[in-house]
């Protein structure tokens, strides 16, 4: 079996800057996964419009650009589709590895861009499951939080990770109702 590996945080970051794109590694990432939870076909490069309205004013995005951020798609459509997913947690959010301020923010950047990928599929709020409902006014509220200078340091990287396994229940939650309940109707 051909195994694709994600990109590095690093790596996405060297690709968009070198081709002139001022987006984070985290918004591009969340927007993808938004989109593949929102039901976007992973045959193709069907990401790649609307990526380009985002990242880069509109533009088209070139081919070797279109290469390297397919290999970060095709990973997280991979991912997402393995069996296991739900047991193991073991889903990948492209965000900074650096320290928590950094990665409180990628992690903002990274469920801001995630709704907007949701929300860019087209799908009505409004006929959502209670508990994809219940995910979105999570992730809402989790794309505002940040981490305060003032407060006990230890305390806030402990709950930064509760936060980030909480995300990743509801990313998982969203890919479950909305694409994975929806192949099973058909």
């Known amino acids: 079996m051909n195994e694709i590996t994600q990109p590095t945080y690093q790596e996405v970051a060297t690709t968009l800057r070198s081709h002139g794109l001022a987006s984070s590694p985290a918004e591009v990432h969340g927007l993808m996964t ?28 070139s081919d070797g650009l279109k290469t390297e951020l397919n290999l970060l798609f095709s990973a997280t459509a991979l991912e997402l589709a393995t069996d296991d997913i739900c047991e193991s947690l073991e889903l990948s959010l492209l ?21 907007s990928g949701v929300g860019l599929m087209g799908l009505e709020p409004h006929q959502f499951p209670q508990s994809v409902k219940e995910a979105f006014s999570d992730l809402q509220d989790i794309a505002q939080l940040g981490i305060d200078e003032d407060e006990d340091f230890d305390l806030q990287g402990d709950l ?3 936060v980030l396994d909480h995300v990743k229940m509801c990313v998982l939650t969203c890919y479950l109702e909305l694409v994975i309940a929806k192949m099973s109707k058909e």
């Not at 490069?45 to 995005?61: K, R």
């Open 34 to 61: 938004g989109m593949l939870c929102g039901g976007l076909p992973v045959n193709g490069v069907s990401w790649a419009d609307p990526i380009a309205d985002f990242a880069n004013n509109g533009e088209p995005l």
């Open 95 to 115: 965000i900074p590895e650096t320290d928590l301020f950094e990665q409180a923010e990628g992690l903002s950047d990274w469920v801001s861009s995630f709704l």
């Open 160 to 162: 930064f990770e509760q």
